[in-house]
């Protein structure tokens, strides 16, 4: 029995997305920058599938919505262009993915404590970014990728704005779009990954307010495709793939988000009957409801992921991009964990294509595994 529990890694491909995309393919070679009926009808394509994202995001102005090939690009799309202006001051907060830690150490930032929490400590960030009368691009993710922890994106994103127009407010919403609802009132960037909500990889969206528009500055140079902020033939198939997925979770959010949350809840239950010395990370705090991280005490997370993946259970140390490096969570120890209480934690993330029959059994194979690694240690 395989038992596949990490879909903030990656999820699979839902039917709704697939037909969508195969729908695309099977119309033939289709650009949408051609000038003929067959560019045209992809053209159409596009603009539909745009217009779905448009609708998700609250019926924003679809010329404000960029198609990309994910997350990380997006993110560096705008941490990079924005650098490239004169004078600007970056901030980020101390727990951000490393597709936002990555570009933004390039620009010597500002990096924003969290509280034990993992929530933005607001006081100190507001501080740091008053100080400083400078173009200021904030990085701020929606929700966190290791623990699940949310981000309350309107009491920050109304203090920052309320310092004044040279202050822009970015986040990285990755894990959260389509989890949890999203306000982009006041936010000048979100980016999004689609293979997190049963997209195709390799296609992801970029949205910035008329305000960011202004200001940043094109890093790619080509053919002007997406207004020239990510120019390149478009991936048609691949839209329409995301707007169908986009589309279906909308449809069904608060009934999906329910079910993840009865998932995620019932293997952490059981995981605690069979674990009696485990705890949930951020159990106290706002969570998508999708994820769980767990501490194991006086155990190496790296070997008891070893032991669940021997045993069929598909879990993580933490991101997908950057748990193979043999170190603590950044994110942990942010959060004040010490490198031996954050080395033996292990998240655990679930998707729609999960049962709670499976919550039971990977919880059953998790108290083996780590019966195991304590008798090991003793």
Do not use: W
């Amino acid at each position: 029995m395989k038992i596949y529990l990490d879909a903030n890694a990656t999820t699979g491909i839902s039917a709704a997305a697939r037909a969508a995309m195969y729908a695309a393919l099977d119309e033939g070679p289709r650009n949408p920058s051609s000038s003929h009926q067959a560019g045209s009808r992809a053209r159409q394509l596009l603009e539909r599938a745009r217009q779905e994202i448009s609708g998700a995001l609250g019926g924003i102005d679809s010329e404000n919505v960029f198609f990309t090939s994910g997350g990380t690009e997006a993110n560096n799309l705008v941490i990079r262009g924005f650098d490239s202006l004169a004078g600007v001051r970056i901030c980020c907060t101390a727990v951000e993915h490393a597709s936002v830690m990555g570009p933004v150490a390039d620009s010597c930032p500002t990096v924003l404590p969290v509280r034990a929490d993992g929530v933005l400590d607001l006081p100190r960030a507001i501080e740091a970014v008053t100080d400083c009368a400078a173009a200021t691009l904030v990085c701020v993710q929606a929700a966190n990728s290791e623990t699940g922890i949310v981000q309350p994106l309107q009491e920050i994103v109304a203090a920052l704005r309320g310092i004044g127009d040279h202050v822009y407010v970015m986040t990285d919403a990755a894990q959260a779009f389509g989890r949890v609802p999203i306000d982009l009132d006041g936010i000048d960037v979100l980016t999004f990954s689609g293979h997190k909500l049963h997209a195709p990889a390799g296609t992801g969206f970029l949205y910035l307010s008329d305000h960011m528009l202004e200001a940043l500055p094109l890093v790619l140079k080509g053919g002007g495709q997406e207004g020239g902020v990510r120019p390149g033939t478009q991936n048609v198939a691949g839209a329409c793939g995301l707007a169908a997925a986009v589309k279906e979770r909308m449809e069904s959010f608060q009934d999906h988000a329910a079910r993840l949350c009865a998932l995620r809840n019932r293997l952490e239950d059981v995981i605690l009957q069979a674990v009696p010395g485990a705890r949930i990370v951020g159990k106290d705090a706002v969570r998508v409801p999708n994820t769980a991280n767990v501490m194991f005490p006086g155990l190496d997370g790296q070997a008891l992921l070893a032991r669940l993946d021997e045993a069929g259970v598909y879990c993580s140390t933490g991101s997908a991009c950057s748990s193979a490096r043999p170190e603590a969570s950044p994110v942990l120890k942010a959060m004040g964990m010490s490198e031996r209480e954050a080395s033996s934690c292990l998240r655990f993330s679930v998707s729609l294509d999960n049962t709670p029959e499976e919550m039971d059994a990977a919880a059953a194979i998790v108290g083996r595994c780590v019966e195991r690694g304590l008798r090991i240690s003793q």
